[in-house]
């Protein structure tokens, strides 16, 4: 196995190579280093199979999606990562084969809900849950400080002692360390309860990010498109959220209630469904249909999407176009289909529809009559 970090700087990005097969992976790739990292697997003789991204990154755009683009490897993120475009979602205990490697995940929910680590040929990639000498941030982008402790102390820490720790980050000039050195010298955790690190890392009182606005959302939403503005931080937290329970409530079939999905395409006809008489107006598309949804301003509108991150950004963006009555449903549709309540696939036809950005939003019911019929499940 061949393990390499290529950025030299304090986000870190690593090739880990199978020497057999040629066959691998980065790991949390920044979009400025693209060409960077081309040249290297070409000159090394690599063939790029995978891209993972340990998490939603909120301090650099990710290469993962053009590096898909450009050689046709599969983006891998956790389950509960909000953006589209990625090929393959795996939760803990999954393994992923990289020619004779078996890299094992590891869920580590708490600097994000999508956190996740690698453990390969001893060796774990712990992103940004677990640093040297200290540990990721989470105080924004659904961090969880209560959720990290337990990710750190319950799954990284029961690794052996000689396992290196390879993280996403290091502002000390640090390259590697251990999981026994962390257990032994890290000053987050020594000797601190949950109860004590819940109140540190709540008091850190740390900036954010100094390219958070630019590099969050368009992360959570693989869209790089000026057209679409994204909301402030404060607008986001402005947003009301309602669980799915209550939004099954209200009623999704009734008249006064319009449910907007605001994932792409593929991803309402795929794996998670819709919710039954939904409506989709990608999140992408929201800001050249605004005369579209004009007429929606007067009703009760639920946006939605994959985790409720993407429809967090749609709810704050109808709310600055005079929204008034605009939710968002937390979780999305990962909890929606968790919680057991009803959704509707398209059948096996290989024909989808396709929904013109003009063709009104009403149009959305030819996916109930064109190609295949919807199936409940």
Known sequence: MVVKELNRGKCKTYLVGCETTRNATLIDPLREHIDRYLALLAYHGYRLAIVIDTHTHADHRTASFDLHELTGAEVVMHREAPAPRV??????????????????????????????????????????????????????????????????????????????????????????????????????????????????????????????????????????????????????????????????????????????????LDEYVGKLGHIPGSQLVPLRELARRADELAPLKQRKVVAVCRSGVRSSTAAAILTSMGFEQIFNMKGGMLAWNDAGLPVERLGSSPELPVIPANAGIQAQTALGTAGSPLARG
Do not use: W
């Not at 982008?141 to 993280?167: C, E, M, N, W």
């Not at 996403?168 to 962390?182: K, L, M, P």
């Not at 329970?245 to 994932?263: H, S």
């Open 87 to 264: 090929e393959r979602h795996v939760t803990d205990g999954d393994t992923l084969f990289l020619g004779e490697l078996a890299l094992e995940i590891l869920a580590t929910p708490g600097h994000t809900p999508d956190s996740m680590c690698i453990h390969v040929d001893g060796r774990v990639f712990t992103g940004d849950t677990l640093l040297i000498r200290g540990t990721g941030r989470a105080d924004f982008a659904g961090g969880d400080a209560g959720a990290q402790y337990d990710s750190i102390t319950r799954k990284l820490f029961t690794l052996p002692d000689a396992t290196i720790v390879l993280p996403a980050h290091d502002y000390r000039g640090n390259t590697e360390s251990t999981i026994g050195e962390e257990k032994r010298l890290n000053p987050r955790l020594v000797g601190k309860s949950r109860a004590d690190y819940v109140h540190l890392m709540e008091n850190l009182g740390l900036p954010l990010p100094t390219q958070i606005q630019e590099v969050l959302q368009p992360n959570q939403s693989a869209i790089d498109d000026d057209v679409l503005k994204f909301p402030t931080l404060a607008q986001l937290n402005e947003v009301r959220q309602l669980a799915p329970q209550e939004v099954q409530a209200l009623g999704t079939g009734t008249a006064g209630l319009v449910i907007l999905d605001v994932r792409e």
